[in-house]
């Protein structure tokens, strides 16, 4: 799983131009989430399974404590 973590819905720290982003990374089998959208439990089952991960900084980062070691 090839994960993008859209800000998209939050007030600050959002990319302008998300559609064009992850229209490159959706052709190499990116997943766009909005964490916010999706229970902890959800969040944590994405993020155990991805093998990379991809988004602005933010809060839903620290669920890479959830990651597999090399992710």
Aim: hydrophobic residues 40%; contains cysteine.
């Amino acid at each position: 799983l090839r994960l993008y973590v859209s800000r998209n819905d939050a007030a600050r720290r959002r990319i302008v131009n998300e559609d064009e982003v992850f229209g490159i990374l959706d052709k190499h089998g990116f997943v766009k989430v909005e964490l916010s959208k999706l229970t902890f439990k959800e969040q944590a089952e994405y993020f155990k399974a991805a093998e990379v991960v991809v988004g602005p900084h933010g809060a839903g980062f620290s669920h890479l404590v959830f990651c597999a070691p090399k992710t």
